[in-house]
């Protein structure tokens, strides 16, 4: 099975910037798309950037201009680097990579356990 485990939150002042990391580990065969996904309290989980083996990314316009997804494909690590930060970006952030863990098996989703972020002055 893939196993991913996120760097730890923290709490920011608005304005302020962090860096969140992942790392997917276990059996793995292969990785297709990696991504960081949130969840705010009442609020359903959304997606927060993706980004695909070949480097092409996507984010929601909530976060464009302000977050920047990468990842190192021979490593299996996704980074989150996340500037301007507003009070609205508080949630738990989670890790996601579609990946399959032996030949011949079908893409799943895998997830972290997830790590709080607070935007708070």
């Known amino acids: 099975q893939v196993q991913l485990v996120e760097s730890e939150g923290g709490l920011v002042q608005p304005g302020g910037s962090l860096r969140l990391s992942c790392a997917a580990s276990?059996?793995?065969?292969?990785?297709?798309?990696m991504g960081w996904y949130r969840q705010a309290p009442g609020k359903q989980r959304e997606l927060v950037a993706d980004?695909?083996?070949?480097?092409?990314?996507n984010y929601p316009d909530s976060v464009k201009g302000r977050f920047t997804i990468s990842r190192d494909n021979a490593r299996n690590t996704v980074n989150l680097q996340m500037n301007s930060l507003k009070p609205e970006d508080t949630a738990i952030y989670y890790c996601?990579?579609?990946?399959?863990?032996?030949?011949?098996?079908?893409?799943?989703?895998?997830w972290g356990r997830g790590t709080q972020v607070t935007v708070s002055s």
């Open positions: 996601n990579a579609d990946a399959i863990a032996r030949l011949g098996d079908p893409y799943r989703s895998y």
């Open positions: 276990g059996t793995i065969f292969h990785i297709n798309t």
């Open positions: 980004i695909t083996t070949r480097g092409s990314t």
